[in-house]
């Protein structure tokens, strides 16, 4: 079956403009991750959402960060007034949300936003 | 989440088995234990997990020493595939859903 996808694969802007990045994940995961991964490093973890509520966004770096997912299913990350600090692979993942500390996830591709 | 210690690199030849360490000399007795990978340009990829009992699946086996301070991630036969960065996570059952990565183990197949 069909991936978890990610909507642009790259993404090229300016310093102070505004992004989206979309995710649409696996038919049925009800959990949806958002990570962010800087050259050389592991991902690191932004925001949670179960079902359409995020659940624990302690993850976002500051306030220009946004994120949503109004049905459940596809995701948007929002960066507003980007900065070039903000360059990096946007990963996203999803999984079924089960609790027990074993849901697998299942990542996408990401997308490589470069902030000129 | 516990933290783990991993080194930043290992290599190994083709076809033979190789041994990946990590250390999580504070993890709690509700911390499993997992490995994902991440592949050269590509998202990270579930490998294995385990709580007490070392475990097997098709990609990997996973030995969990008695005392749960360390484990080991082992592959039979290295094959080109499987050059990738490893990463050693704990996962609480009872608490955030979301992964720490740390910096991973940068495995390198030599032909």
């Known amino acids: 079956g069909a991936g978890v996808s990610q909507t642009p694969s790259n993404k090229v802007t300016e310093k102070g403009k505004y992004v989206e990045l979309r995710c649409d994940p696996i038919?049925?995961?009800?959990?949806l991750y958002w990570y962010r991964q800087s050259l050389g490093q592991g991902p690191e973890f932004l925001i949670y959402f179960q079902g359409t509520g995020a659940a624990d966004d302690s993850g976002l770096p500051n306030d220009r960060f946004f994120a949503v997912r109004p049905e459940g299913s596809v995701s948007t990350l929002k960066i507003q007034r980007t900065e070039r600090g903000d360059s990096a692979v946007y990963l996203c993942?999803?999984?079924?949300?089960?609790?027990?500390?074993?849901?697998?996830?299942?990542f996408g591709p990401g997308t490589r936003l470069t902030v000129l | 989440d516990a933290k783990t210690t991993q080194p930043n690199s290992m290599e190994s030849n083709e076809e033979e088995p190789v041994h990946l360490p990590c250390n999580h000399s504070?993890?709690?007795?509700?911390?499993?234990i997992h490995w994902y990978r991440q592949l050269p340009s590509q998202g990270p990829e579930y490998v294995i997990h385990?709580?007490?009992s070392n475990v097997n699946n098709r990609m990997a086996s996973l030995a969990i020493a008695e005392d749960r301070k360390s484990s080991t991630l082992i592959l039979h036969r290295a094959t080109l595939r499987d050059a990738a960065v490893y990463y050693c996570?704990?996962?609480?059952?009872?608490?955030?859903?979301?992964?720490?990565f740390g910096t991973g183990t940068r495995l390198t197949v030599i032909p």
């Open positions: 993942a999803s999984s079924f949300g089960t609790s027990g500390g074993w849901d697998e996830q299942f």
């Open positions: 385990g709580l007490t």
């Open positions: 504070t993890i709690s007795g509700t911390d499993y």
């Open positions: 038919s049925g995961h009800t959990a």
């Open positions: 996570i704990l996962r609480d059952w009872s608490g955030a859903n979301n992964l720490f």
